[in-house]
């Protein structure tokens, strides 16, 4: 049996989206099942964004024991992980664990096209703007969710000359702002 870390635990946790989102993380969690993986990773985005950032890090670096195995449907949710990762470890000015965290994405067969926006615009920028016209809140805080991990990763990776950080980094705060919205998070 797996041991979880202590931020699965929703004991004394009284926010009851976030006690949703971790039982739904912890719930039957395996390191080969992708909706395991997932659903930790998402739950790393969301302590984040409720600004929980040592309980999303320390989430991270569970989710960065993952080995990859050319499995990308595995490996993307454990990616996401490791940008979220390096971005709370630069924010607190540890430029080395930082590094880390994106050579570990580097090293699994990265795409440099994916920095231009090519999942960015062609999947995620679909996907959110059909939940925009078309779904429910509960689909565009899905998407959105997805849109901001991709904003991230591409964030830390340098971005490129399409997507610059400066962008980059005003899409991340305009995605988490909503996102605080649509799930009555406290704004930062």
Same mark, same amino acid.
């Given at each position: 049996? +797996?041991?979880?870390?202590?931020?699965?635990?929703?004991? /004394?946790? %009284?926010?009851?989206?976030?006690?949703?989102?971790?039982?739904?993380?912890?719930? /039957?969690?395996?390191?080969?099942?992708?909706?395991? =993986?997932?659903?930790? *990773?998402?739950? #790393?985005?969301?302590?984040?964004?409720?600004?929980?950032?040592?309980?999303?890090?320390?989430?991270?670096?569970?989710?960065?024991?993952?080995?990859?195995?050319?499995?990308?449907?595995?490996?993307?949710?454990?990616? /996401?992980? =490791? #940008?979220?990762?390096?971005?709370?470890?630069?924010?607190?000015?540890? %430029?080395?664990? *930082?590094?880390?965290?994106?050579?570990? +994405?580097?090293? %699994?067969?990265?795409?440099?096209?994916?920095?231009?926006?090519?999942?960015l615009d062609e999947n995620y920028g679909r996907l959110l703007d059909h939940a925009l016209r078309e779904g429910t809140p509960a689909d565009e805080r899905n998407s959105r969710l997805i849109y901001i991990a991709e904003v991230c990763v591409m964030n830390e990776l340098?971005?490129?000359? %399409?997507?610059?950080?400066?962008?980059?980094?005003?899409?991340?705060?305009? /995605?988490?702002?909503?996102?605080?919205?649509?799930?009555?998070?406290?704004?930062?």
């Amino acid at each position: 049996m +797996i041991e979880l870390p202590r931020v699965f635990d929703v004991e /004394n946790d %009284t926010n009851e989206f976030l006690v949703r989102m971790k039982r739904r993380a912890a719930k /039957n969690f395996k390191w080969s099942r992708e909706p395991s =993986l997932r659903a930790a *990773a998402d739950l #790393a985005y969301w302590l984040h964004l409720f600004h929980r950032d040592d309980d999303a890090l320390e989430l991270c670096e569970f989710l960065s024991a993952f080995e990859f195995a050319d499995n990308f449907r595995h490996w993307s949710w454990v990616e /996401n992980a =490791l #940008a979220l990762g390096a971005r709370l470890h630069r924010q607190r000015g540890n %430029t080395q664990a *930082a590094v880390a965290c994106v050579d570990r +994405i580097r090293q %699994t067969r990265f795409v440099e096209d994916r920095l231009s926006g090519a999942l960015l615009d062609e999947n995620y920028g679909r996907l959110l703007d059909h939940a925009l016209r078309e779904g429910t809140p509960a689909d565009e805080r899905n998407s959105r969710l997805i849109y901001i991990a991709e904003v991230c990763v591409m964030n830390e990776l340098g971005g490129s000359e %399409t997507y610059p950080p400066s962008v980059l980094e005003a899409l991340y705060k305009e /995605n988490a702002a909503r996102l605080r919205e649509l799930v009555d998070a406290p704004a930062s």
